[in-house]
């Protein structure tokens, strides 16, 4: 019955997903991007090269709308749809951004909702994310207020900087401390510049693999460019080698969480029907277009 009137696009991005609801004059160009020859992903711009609009395509589906003030993100709406959630509704964050007088962000304040409203899934609320910046480049968040509690969490991250001002590494650490402790980010990654000071290799130094064995990411990204120092590809290469890798500790985990770590573990390490050997090469390219209201302004949506 959930069947009746759908369509293939529906499937792609849910129908409880906005289209696209920047006024046409506001947008100067759009990106896409695509993987292994499929379209995930496109984004609009507008003439200061600013996200208007972000939509992800796929079984699980998203899209994110930013507003400005005086050069400055104010506002972001989120809306995502799950692989496994009923159709015709999504999750709604909508995020305030507020700065100090360097115009550094230093809090985050999100309320939660669903589409339909009257949608009894227990999503609702909202908390605050508090911001500081320390002396040797680290961003410290706190969160409190309805959701989490202050001081139950963990969240820091690090960049790190080359004399051109060029990021060279990235430490993220994210640990739920209640009601166990719970890593949910732990990474290092690096970053390599070509000559001419444009991005040639990311790559992990250290990923923690989690209890569901899911990769921060492709352990090595090498960028192509076109003629305009625009990123038009990018390779990306997945590993099961764990040199770079580090496994939960399953020491104080009991069985019956322990069988479901174990076929995570199998399916990273050989795949099956649920997931995916973690052993790939993926090619994302990207195609540039300038925004034409004729034949952008309807949103071109893959099957």
């Given at each position: 019955?959930?069947?009746?009137?759908?369509?293939?696009?529906?499937?792609?991005?849910?129908?409880?997903?906005?289209?696209?609801?920047?006024?046409?004059?506001s947008i100067a160009w759009i990106r896409t991007k695509w993987r292994n020859g499929l379209h995930?992903?496109?984004?609009?711009?507008?003439?200061?090269?600013?996200?208007?609009?972000?939509?992800?395509?796929?079984?699980?589906?998203?899209?994110?709308?930013?507003?400005?003030?005086?050069?400055?993100?104010?506002?972001?709406?989120?809306?995502?749809?799950?692989?496994?959630?009923?159709?015709?509704?999504?999750?709604?964050?909508t995020t305030w951004y507020e700065y100090d007088k360097n115009a550094r962000l230093v809090v985050?304040?999100?309320?939660?909702?669903?589409?339909?409203?009257?949608?009894?899934?227990?999503?609702?609320?909202?908390?605050?994310?508090?911001?500081?910046?320390?002396?040797?480049?680290?961003?410290?968040?706190?969160?409190?207020?309805?959701?989490?509690?202050?001081?139950?969490?963990?969240?820091?991250?690090?960049?790190?900087?080359?004399?051109?001002?060029?990021?060279?590494?990235?430490?993220?650490?994210?640990?739920?401390?209640?009601?166990?402790?719970?890593?949910?980010?732990?990474?290092?990654?690096?970053?390599?510049?070509?000559?001419?000071?444009?991005?040639?290799?990311?790559?992990?130094?250290?990923?923690?693999?989690?209890?569901?064995?899911?990769?921060?990411?492709?352990?090595?990204?090498?960028?192509?460019?076109?003629?305009?120092?625009?990123?038009?590809?990018?390779?990306?290469?997945?590993?099961?080698?764990?040199?770079?890798?580090?496994?939960?500790?399953?020491?104080?985990?009991?069985?019956?969480?322990?069988?479901?770590?174990?076929?995570?573990?199998?399916?990273?390490?050989?795949?099956?029907?649920?997931?995916?050997?973690?052993?790939?090469?993926?090619?994302?390219?990207?195609?540039?277009?300038?925004?034409?209201?004729?034949?952008?302004?309807?949103?071109?949506?893959?099957?």
């Amino acid at each position: 019955m959930l069947l009746a009137g759908c369509d293939n696009a529906d499937y792609s991005l849910d129908k409880s997903i906005p289209r696209l609801q920047s006024p046409g004059d506001s947008i100067a160009w759009i990106r896409t991007k695509w993987r292994n020859g499929l379209h995930i992903e496109t984004v609009f711009y507008d003439r200061q090269n600013r996200v208007l609009e972000s939509f992800n395509f796929g079984r699980s589906s998203r899209k994110v709308l930013n507003f400005y003030e005086k050069d400055m993100l104010v506002k972001s709406i989120s809306y995502w749809h799950g692989d496994s959630d009923e159709l015709n509704t999504a999750g709604v964050d909508t995020t305030w951004y507020e700065y100090d007088k360097n115009a550094r962000l230093v809090v985050e304040k999100h309320r939660h909702g669903f589409i339909p409203k009257n949608n009894n899934s227990g999503i609702g609320g909202g908390y605050t994310v508090a911001l500081r910046y320390t002396t040797t480049g680290d961003t410290v968040k706190t969160s409190g207020a309805n959701v989490i509690e202050p001081g139950n969490i963990t969240d820091i991250e690090r960049w790190e900087r080359d004399g051109k001002a060029r990021i060279t590494s990235h430490f993220k650490l994210y640990i739920l401390h209640k009601p166990q402790n719970d890593t949910t980010d732990f990474f290092t990654r690096k970053y390599a510049y070509d000559v001419d000071g444009k991005l040639k290799m990311a790559w992990f130094g250290h990923m923690y693999l989690k209890r569901y064995y899911s990769a921060a990411g492709p352990d090595t990204i090498w960028y192509s460019y076109d003629k305009q120092n625009r990123v038009v590809k990018e390779r990306h290469r997945y590993t099961t080698n764990m040199r770079n890798k580090q496994e939960i500790d399953t020491t104080q985990i009991p069985k019956p969480e322990m069988d479901y770590i174990r076929k995570c573990r199998k399916g990273f390490f050989e795949g099956d029907g649920y997931f995916p050997k973690n052993e790939k090469v993926d090619i994302i390219e990207y195609r540039y277009e300038q925004f034409d209201p004729q034949t952008h302004s309807n949103l071109n949506i893959p099957y």
